[in-house]
């Protein structure tokens, strides 16, 4: 599935002494196994384009097309593409809700309509997916798991409904570092497996430098960058003045380039930097 | 989304005299002037009550349009009132047709009930309408604390009352983004039979209740980190204090309610 938007503008509070721009122009488009990290300060419209991109929120002016059909529309075909674009909220373990993990996770199929052995067989493949095994997990209350095992769950609920586009809104936020990179790899397993597109919020320049294959930047509601992250985050000054940072790779290498180091300081991630000191220091 | 269509707590912010009047001075007030309007039992008395009731709405600089709007859940009540009184009331005849006879007494007596249940909403619609639910609370407060001596438990009710007030807004938040999510799902809130609906209601109201527990079990922990322990000997931040216009607003409700008292005597 291809996911255009077409000149998108959101207001908050229309026609009111506080109205506010949440989105100002934005267009994109998103292809079928792209891995893409939409990054921005907090409060710049990252959230409320994405929950434009399943129908949520309704644009004030603009369209969200999906393999060229608007997804706005009343039609059941626009429906029916709405539904192929799963969304996964921020904090998304305080959506489960039912006695066990398995039946959590057949919510989303089952309003779908979809028979119970197909409910069952999607279930246990997308908990294989995100690294749990459905045998073991299945009959437990998902209020019993862990924080990041909730999570993986709810990742789950919404990779049983098929999406042909994956969104997550900071899908590691909160989580500590062992479940965070549970998340990361079950992520870059998702795209592999799967095929499909999915886009990331993230607030870590690590992991978007680690797992990006294109960043977006927004800034004050507007999509201000938008290329392959070396791209994106050579763009220094003017991340910065977005309230924004390069990763903390890339920012030592500077360090050391700018202490007259002969290192270069075009790297992005922890692996290249010290491929790159190696390059330099090892042969010494 | 319908849900933030839902105003609760109707505070109207501004700057007026009837806003910086200690809230206990207001709560006072209003019990008085409902009490007054029981004893008032003619037109002209309801005449001088509703003209304390007016100058108080213009100082207090709130829309009428809020204040009416108070009227409208009892609407009905008040219509359903004024009709009985007026069918059912014996006396003398003024105009009549078919079965139906309506007389002066009942005329009389309808249009001052429904005056008297006019009053008692708008004056009830200031007290929240000017005063800030949490000056509110703690005025209540203030006023049953010499109810503590009997054992009950004034400040902890009114904290009960303050600490609800203040999370109604963060739950409606948390019902938004929950109904946003199972919305994602595939959850429908809106179409079906009635059992349909009621049933498509628990994938919101189970994670808003673990919600809930887990916002309120945070909220007590950080009580008690910081030694809270309510009632006796607990000062405030900002301790409440009657002010020169808290003596002319009590001056006026004494004034008040001995015209009220003179003209019941009086027979006016």
Redesign the interface.
């Known amino acids: 599935m291809r996911i255009e938007v077409k000149d998108l503008d959101h207001i908050y509070n229309a026609g009111l002494a506080y109205e506010t721009y949440a989105l100002k122009h934005v267009s994109l488009t998103l292809d079928r196994g792209e891995l893409v990290c939409l990054i921005g300060h907090t409060g710049s419209g990252k959230t409320t384009l994405v929950?434009h991109l399943?129908g949520?929120l309704k644009p004030d002016k603009g369209q969200v097309l999906a393999d060229g059909v608007d997804i706005n529309e009343k039609s059941p075909q626009a429906r029916a593409l709405r539904?192929k674009i799963?969304?996964v909220?921020q904090y998304?373990e305080?959506?489960?809700?039912e006695e066990t993990v398995f039946k959590d996770v057949c919510?989303?199929p089952k309003?779908?309509g979809l028979s119970e052995e197909e409910c069952a067989k999607k279930a246990n493949d997308s908990l294989k997916l995100v690294g749990m095994d459905p045998d073991e997990v299945g009959d437990k209350s998902p209020?019993a798991l862990s924080g990041g095992q909730k999570r993986r769950v709810a990742i789950a609920?919404?990779l049983a409904?098929d999406p042909e586009v994956l969104i997550l809104d900071e899908p590691a936020a909160g989580l500590d570092p062992a479940g965070k990179k549970a998340i990361l790899s079950c992520i870059k397993g998702i795209k592999e497996e799967r095929n499909i597109c999915i886009l990331l919020i993230s607030h870590n320049m690590e992991d978007v430098a680690e797992i990006a294959d294109r960043v977006l930047v927004m800034d004050k509601g507007s999509l201000v960058l938008d290329g392959p992250p070396g791209e994106v985050f050579a763009r220094r000054q003017a991340l910065r003045d977005m309230g924004l940072a390069a990763p903390p790779a890339a920012r030592f290498m500077e360090m050391v380039a700018a202490g007259g180091g002969p290192v270069s300081a075009d790297v992005l991630t922890l692996d290249d930097a010290a491929r790159e000191i190696i390059r330099v220091y090892g042969k010494r | 989304m319908a849900i933030k269509d839902i105003t609760l707590g109707q505070y109207y912010p501004s700057e007026s005299v009837i806003h910086r009047l200690d809230p206990r001075t207001k709560i006072i007030g209003t019990l008085v002037f409902m009490v007054s309007i029981f004893l008032v039992k003619s037109f002209t008395g309801f005449a001088v009550s509703a003209a304390l009731l007016a100058a108080v709405i213009i100082l207090s600089k709130i829309p009428f349009g809020y204040i009416a709007r108070g009227l409208k859940p009892v609407i009905f009540i008040i219509i359903i009132t004024m009709t009985m009184n007026l069918l059912m009331t014996p006396g003398e005849p003024i105009a009549s047709f078919w079965i139906i006879t309506i007389t002066r007494e009942g005329l009389e007596r309808s249009l001052l009930l429904a005056i008297r249940l006019v009053l008692l909403i708008f004056s009830s619609s200031i007290l929240t309408l000017a005063t800030k639910p949490m000056s509110l609370t703690d005025g209540l407060d203030s006023l049953l604390s010499p109810l503590r001596k009997i054992g009950f438990p004034a400040h902890e009710i009114t904290m009960m009352m303050t600490i609800a007030i203040r999370f109604i807004p963060t739950l409606m938040d948390e019902t938004d983004k929950i109904m946003k999510a199972q919305t994602a799902r595939g959850a429908d809130f809106e179409t079906g039979s009635i059992m349909q609906r009621a049933k498509s209601m628990i994938p919101l109201l189970i994670p808003l209740f673990v919600s809930a527990f887990r916002i309120a079990a945070d909220l007590a922990m950080a009580m008690e980190a910081r030694c809270y322990r309510g009632g006796e000997g607990r000062t405030r931040m900002n301790p409440m204090r009657f002010s020169n216009l808290d003596t002319i607003a009590w001056i006026i409700l004494a004034l008040y309610l001995a015209a009220v008292i003179v003209m019941r005597r009086m027979g006016l």
């Open positions: 929950q399943n949520l539904r799963g969304l909220f998304p305080y959506q489960l809700f919510f989303g309003n779908m209020f609920g919404i409904m």
